[in-house]
């Protein structure tokens, strides 16, 4: 059976406070005393109770992993299970525990940051970047909340983990060109998300080191009604087309295919560049290749960083960007 603190400071003859003075460095009893209680507590095996840890350390053993959407839409696909996943399994390395967080439909992050500045719910935060803003950030930082961000957004300076998002693109595109495709299209996701800025961009270095000027850009929102009319669109507008690069994955993509898959359209003269990779790839009748992201590391990174700051240390590099694998099948 455990001791309690109690029963140290019956044994001490001191204080219950003069015991966790000393159990916990702080001021207010003598190194003598202080020598005395320490080496009573390890020849007693005493363990300090963990809720009892948190109130002196001011800490919850809780970190928050704060999803970029609603929840439903967010895990819809398998991009943030699997980070979750890699976060989940290093907090607990780590003897803490994880808890998500995301915004209501159709609401913006500004409310769940605002729920844990208030409640104190949590020791630091990893955050989805692709909605931040720097008002946000600023209040964290104004608050002395740690945080890391997973993905980077060029106005907001912080500790953060991303991918080569514009390398990855300009591999895939140039495997494309290099495979005879020749008229490629690029249906992209919200143009205010830096990642989708970043893959046409690696898009257009391609086709211009190719010297191809052959191009079209297309942006769309994450909806079903919003994707599938652009892939529609872009087919209508683009009867040449022998090739379409799809910066996200997802639902999005999933749109994208059945649109490709419909009557009349011959997806298998189409080549699809997809930059996200799945397993079902493999059972379609049709030209692919993709960029497969690390998506453990991607987690594990930054969950690393956010236990860093956490004790009392500065990351470096400041941003991590992870090197992505094309796959070609």
């Known amino acids: 059976m455990k001791l309690t603190i109690n029963e140290i400071a019956e044994i001490a003859k001191v204080a219950k406070s003069t015991v966790s003075k000393a159990l916990n460095g702080q001021k207010g009893v003598s190194e003598e005393k202080r020598r005395e209680i320490l080496s009573l507590a390890e020849r007693l ?9 948190a109130l002196a350390s001011s800490r919850t053993g809780i970190i928050g992993l704060l999803l970029p959407h609603e929840a439903g839409y967010t895990l819809a696909g398998s991009y943030w299970s699997a980070i979750i996943t890699s976060v989940a399994e290093a907090a607990n390395a780590h003897g803490h525990s994880l808890l998500i967080l995301a915004p209501p439909a159709g609401d913006d992050v500004a409310g769940p940051v605002e729920t844990v500045i208030r409640r104190r719910n949590v020791d ?3 955050i989805g970047a692709e ?8 209040r964290l930082d ?21 991918v080569d998002n514009r390398g990855g693109s300009e591999g895939l595109v140039a495997h494309l060109l290099a495979s005879g495709y020749g008229r490629i299209a690029c249906l992209a996701g919200p143009a205010e998300y830096p990642y989708n800025r970043e893959r046409v961009e690696g898009y257009r270095l391609a ?47 999933l749109d994208c295919i059945d649109v490709l898959r419909l009557p009349g359209v011959a997806p298998r003269r189409i ?3 997809a930059f996200d990779d799945y397993r079902f790839f493999d059972y379609l009748d ?4 993709a960029i497969r992201q690390p998506l453990r590391d991607i987690g594990g990174t930054a969950a690393l960083m956010l236990f860093a700051l956490l004790a009392g240390e500065a990351p470096r590099p400041m941003h991590r960007t992870l090197d992505v694998e094309l796959v070609i099948r």
């Open 142 to 162: 104004a608050e002395d909340i740690p945080f890391v961000l997973i993905g980077r957004d060029p106005t907001i300076k912080h500790y953060s983990v991303d």
């Open 286 to 289: 049709m030209p692919i290749c």
């Open 124 to 126: 630091g935060l990893i």
């Open 45 to 53: 095996n005493y363990e300090p109770s963990a809720s009892a840890q």
């Open 131 to 138: 909605r931040l803003d720097p008002g946000i950030t600023a």
């Open 207 to 253: 086709l211009e080191r190719a010297g191809v000027s052959w191009n079209s850009v297309r942006h769309a929102g994450y909806t079903s009604e919003e994707g599938r009319r652009a892939v529609t669109e872009i087919l209508a507008g683009h009867p040449d087309l022998d090739a379409l690069f799809v910066t996200a994955g997802g639902e999005f993509l």
């Open 271 to 273: 080549g699809l560049g």
